[in-house]
Structure formats: C-alpha cells, structure tokens
C-alpha cells in the first residue's frame, strides 16, 4: 500500500478537524516539555558521578530442603479413591 502525499494531506486536514488546532499544539507543547526535562535529569545525573549507584537488590538466600521422613510411596487412582471413601 502506497501513500502519497495527497493522502498525508487528507489524513492531516482530518486529525487537524477532529483535534483541533489548538489541542494539537497544547500536546506537541506537553511532549516538547517532557522531552526537556528528560533530557535535564540526564544532565543532572551525569554531573553527579561522586554519588553511590542505586543499591542493587541482594538476591533472596538459597532455601534449604526440609527434612522430611521416608517418601510415600505412589499411590494408584484406585488406592487414591479408596483411601477418600466414607467406611460407614
């Protein structure tokens, strides 16, 4: 699918009609903003290399096995049914 510049044309005049003129340059105003203060923090935080990095999070300890007692064996679907019936 090509699009040339009639169709840019037509696409712009249509958001230019459900936007607005002043909406649309209220939000490029609030993008232009945003990206300068991005770009001010990055500043920021190249001129301060003398402080510490942010502390990175110790991995939890290793979890050791509970002791437990010899294993059970299997049980079959049967054996498994049998066990839950009611003796009564």
Known sequence: MNVGPMQIIVIAL???VLFGRGRISEMMGDFGK???SFKK???EA???P???PMKQIASPPPVEPMAEGPAAPARTPE???AATRDPG
């Open 41 to 43: 923090g990055i500043a």
């Open 50 to 52: 003398d402080e510490k």
């Open 34 to 36: 945003g990206i300068s």
């Open 14 to 16: 249509i958001i230019l």
């Open 79 to 81: 054996e498994q049914a």
């Open 46 to 48: 190249d001129a301060r």
